[in-house]
């Protein structure tokens, strides 16, 4: 329900367990969700049976208590009709209909911006994508994208200060791998060549960037621009070309997606600036360093964090491991004053998890363990026709994000990849996200909020008579289960946004589509009667203006016609 109506029902109920339990020491919190079946009313709370066994009582007991302290407060029967109790000790309520329908107004008058609030006023950076410039952007990357907009979205809309970063990995063994494809590609030897390197890269995308280097070409890339020398003798001209071409076409799918990020962190600039050196240094003068087979390592397992042994910092070669200038980058965050961090990256990325944590403790400067707070995302299977898609023409091994955005377009692909869990792996059906029906979710959505469009454009003449329209008509139930479900955006948002969950939004989208087209079939909104046609209307208006706004948050147009 609307965040306002939540915190004064909360209050509502706080007040009758004081009054309940008196000598209650026990801190608590009030939990106020949706019931599952709409028979057992509007809202329910489980509060008694929180509450019951720590104050000596049957969670029964305690609610009967709860309820008839409730119901005797005058304050709360102007929101409240009833309320029951059911099962071991829940507390359902029923609302009177006019504090329902007063959601109507509410969104009218907050239109774009309704389910927004300034609840959390907090600094936060949110890191996403973050490929390696060595090839295209897979399904994964997209998977990335598609979660870390929609969480920053989320967190934008509760009032927080958002920071966007890609951190480019433009340093260590892939790069030069990179560079040696490229220029094997330049002395004329094919993938399949018994010289070529054994951990070079094979698609089509190598040849294209030799043959744009031996053109010396120019490339622009984010804040430099680099033109190509020709010469296939100089692997450093080669790399730097090479990681700049990549970075362009990064950039360019991340444009069709529709997505900016505030900015691009290189990993190369880590060594450049003596980051990665002032780290080794701190931890090593902390004591948390030590040498062994020639080798530097960190004394993970004395940090906290839950890694299981001890991990190499410096290899025998001299270079660094890959988590080392991780641990410097994510200094870098907490310097710049985001204290609260959210990494988003590819279950296989699970050991980093523990490292950056323990490099982190290493530096004793009170950066928390938890820090930074990761979502690891499962991998992506595309089907087409039935039949796994595994291989990209031109990334040779992989489908690529602009694939999937050529195939079925930006809204579809954003939509799909949101709809699941995080940690879950996800089937994307290339059929069914070009299909025009009810089992497409996202063309499910942006239907319904067509479909309103049009209703409203034919009825344009009581535009102006909308916002005057008597709500108190919009009794049936079709039309009450349609307004619950507008007021709980606002809430839900808050949810989404502290559970890390923007599948929460996606699924709250097909359940307000299906309650528009449960009351679309069940009453006629264009009617004889005035007043009831008017306020039939306003209820339309109000149902396309939440479905665009949840659209938006996970950066999904709402067409008015489809």
């Not at 969700?33 to 509450?51: V, Y």
């Not at 003798?233 to 991340?254: C, H, K, P, S, T």
């Amino acid at each position: 329900m609307l965040l306002q109506l939540q915190q004064q029902l909360s209050n509502f109920i706080r007040e009758a367990v004081q009054q309940s339990l008196p000598q209650c020491q026990t801190d608590f919190n009030i939990k106020l969700e949706r019931p599952k079946q709409a028979a057992h009313g509007d809202i329910a709370c489980n509060i008694a049976m929180q509450l019951a066994k720590a104050n000596g009582l049957k969670p029964r007991d305690l609610a009967e208590q709860i309820v008839q302290h409730l119901m005797a407060s005058e304050a709360s029967q102007q929101f409240i009709q009833n309320a029951e109790i059911a099962g071991p000790g829940f507390i359902n309520l029923r609302l009177h209909a006019h504090v329902i329908q007063e959601v109507i107004n509410v969104i009218r008058e907050q239109g774009q911006e309704y389910g927004n609030s300034q609840l959390n006023p907090q600094k936060l950076i949110v890191e996403f994508v973050s490929a390696n410039p060595t090839g295209p952007l897979h399904v994964g990357h997209a998977r990335q994208a598609a979660l870390g907009d929609c969480i920053c979205n989320l967190f934008t809309a509760t009032g927080a200060q958002v920071h966007r970063e890609y951190y480019y990995n433009d340093a260590g063994n892939q790069i030069d791998n990179l560079a040696l494809s490229v220029q094997a590609r330049l002395q004329g030897i094919q993938p399949d060549d018994a010289h070529y390197p054994a951990d070079g890269y094979r698609g089509e995308y190598i040849q294209e960037i030799a043959e744009q280097f031996k053109q010396k070409a120019t490339v622009n890339a984010d804040d430099q621009s680099i033109t190509a020398s020709g010469n296939t003798d100089n692997i450093e001209d080669i790399r730097r070309f090479a990681v700049a071409y990549l970075r362009r076409e990064q950039d360019m799918d991340l444009k069709a997606f529709n997505l900016q990020f505030d900015r691009y962190y290189l990993e190369s600039s880590l060594y450049s600036d003596g980051l990665v050196e002032q780290v080794v240094q701190t931890l090593t003068q902390n004591g948390y360093v030590y040498e062994k087979d020639n080798a530097l390592w960190l004394k993970t397992t004395e940090l906290g964090t839950g890694d299981d042994k001890d991990r190499v910092m410096r290899k025998t070669d001299g270079g660094y491991t890959y988590f080392v200038p991780d641990v410097a980058y994510h200094l870098t965050k907490w310097q710049r004053g985001y204290h609260h961090a959210i990494n988003i990256q590819g279950s296989d990325h699970h050991g980093t998890v523990a490292r950056v944590r323990a490099g982190l403790q290493g530096l004793e400067i009170g950066i928390p363990k938890t820090y930074p707070s990761y979502i690891l995302h499962k991998m992506v299977k595309v089907t087409k026709g039935g039949q796994e898609v595994k291989i990209s023409k031109r990334a040779g091994s992989y489908v690529t994000m602009r694939d999937l955005i050529d195939w079925v377009g930006q809204d579809a692909v954003r939509f799909f990849l949101i709809q699941r869990r995080a940690d879950t792996e996800f089937v994307f059906d290339i059929d069914l996200a070009l299909s025009k029906s009810e089992e497409n979710p996202v063309y499910y959505v942006q239907y319904a909020h067509a479909r309103i469009c049009k209703i409203l454009r034919d009825c344009q003449a009581d535009a102006a008579a909308w916002s005057q329209a008597d709500l108190s008509l919009l009794t049936a139930n079709s039309e009450i289960n349609l307004l619950k479900r507008l007021a709980e955006l606002p809430s839900l948002i808050q949810t989404a946004a502290q559970e890390l969950a923007p599948h929460h939004i996606a699924f709250w989208l097909l359940d307000c589509a299906a309650d528009f087209h449960a009351w679309y079939n069940d009453q006629r909104i264009i009617v004889e009667d005035d007043a009831l046609r008017l306020a039939r209307l306003a209820l339309a208006d109000a149902s396309r203006q939440v479905l665009a706004n949840g659209l938006n948050l996970l950066g999904v147009s709402a067409p008015e016609q489809m």
